[in-house]
């Protein structure tokens, strides 16, 4: 689940006409990237006052004070989120053991609902209002959570989490990709261009495609490949619609799990039956895959942009796929060949070169 991706995006949505227009990607998001309104590298903005002074008020003018940094360094931060991303296709495994797809991604929105709606509480924030804001918001609900979540748990009934974590990661592949088309203010340079041949070798690499895709699920596969391009598409769709509407991150991604979440409760009866039996460890692993991989994964990334900026926090889209691998290999048993590591980093490669931008001349 970004699976990044989500902060360069946030970041630019106050500005859509900023040149700067890469599209990085989430994790599955796991819950991946979501609209929101300030630019989140300037929502904690430092305070201004005036430095006290034992010889009276100050002639040098306001002094900037820092604002409070949080107790845990953001290193720390930056790895649980990496873990929680990671694991997110192990836990989407586990809780397919036990209940159908749209079952857990009702689940997973459910639970991560409930922790947007706890830190809204917390905060006082408020809903956003608008007939119009809520259109748009349904269907970023759509493309970027319950379209991409059911796809990743479909897929995962036939093919190895590690694979799915794999398919993640080409998000920002797509992204650039339809950025030239839809964006007018992207301009493609010869090291994007480049960056998108490379990652899309390193998907054929991981496909086995010199082998015909010998053992390969095609429906699975690209069930989970269509929900990595659901991403870009979510994303371009709010940047076209959401940017600069005055709402706080915290505002409209709360208020887009919930509707996702309600476009999931209406879906799901019409295709699955209430389970006859609830079993434990998947139910455990759709509680954790809401609650942290979706919930406390959102506000943890938000943090990490407010404090390091978009640059570093989109750095986890690049473990995602390591720690997914290594989590599906290790615990579920997942067999692996030489090709999908392999892939993997040509994969990861390409999406490097896509974000990649070139140094400002210095005059002088």
Partial sequence: ????????????????????????????????????GPPPAEVPAPDVRPAPSRSGPSRSGPVRVPAPRPALDWRLRFGALSLVWGFSFLLIKVGTNGYAPFQVTLGRLFFGTLVLVAAMAWKRERLPRGARTWVHLAVAALLLNA?????????????????AGICNATSPLWGMALSLVALSEDRPTRRRVAGLGIGFLGVLTVLGAWQGFDGLDGPGTAMALLASLSYPVGWIYVRRTLAGSGHSHLSLTGAQLLLATVQLAVVTPLFTTVPSRFALAPLLAVIALGALGTGFAVLI?????????????????????????????????????????????????????????PRPRRDG
């Fill in 1 to 36: 689940m970004f699976y990044e991706i989500l902060s360069v995006i946030v970041k630019r949505m106050s500005a859509p006409t900023e040149p700067r227009a890469s599209l990085p990607t989430t994790p599955d998001t796991p819950s991946a990237p979501l609209p929101a």
């Fill in 147 to 163: 379209l991409p979540f059911s796809l990743f748990a479909y897929s995962e009934l036939t093919i190895p989490s590690t694979l």
């Fill in 301 to 357: 990334q938000y943090g990490l942009v407010a404090e390091v900026g978009p640059t570093t926090a989109q750095m986890v889209t690049y473990f995602i796929p390591v720690i997914a691998t290594a989590a599906g290999v290790a615990i579920l048993g997942e067999s692996l060949t030489w090709s999908t590591p392999v892939g993997a980093v040509i994969v990861l490669a390409g999406a490097a070169l896509t974000q990649s931008r």
